[in-house]
């Protein structure tokens, strides 16, 4: 029954003053999130997250389908659009 203050210890890790750059591959096509959480890609506006405000993430082709993008976030995938279908997350 000991209190949180009692078990409390800092960690041995500092914070850095900021987070390294995110890096994509060189064959990623990569995008700007406006301020409304959109970006453009190939004449489709298509809606990612307001979360991601100046933030960059990447389009990279599907192998598995022709036409499909996915799109990340560092290395979470954020969505899959096909291009020929315009089918893809509401914008």
């Known amino acids: 029954m000991a209190t949180p203050i009692t078990r ?13 750059p995110i890096e994509y591959g060189s064959h990623d096509e990569v ?6 959480g959109k970006i453009m890609f190939r004449g489709h506006q298509l809606r990612v997250s307001s979360a991601l405000l100046r933030l960059e993430i990447a389009a990279r082709p599907n192998p598995k389908t022709a036409d499909t993008y996915d799109f990340y976030f560092a290395h979470h995938r954020l969505m899959t659009f096909d291009l020929e279908a315009g ?3 509401p914008a």
């Not at 995008?31 to 409304?36: A, N, P, R, Y």
């Open 8 to 20: 409390y210890c800092p960690s041995p890790r500092s914070m850095p003053e900021a987070l390294p």
């Open 31 to 36: 995008l700007g999130v406006g301020w409304d």
């Open 87 to 89: 089918i893809g997350p």
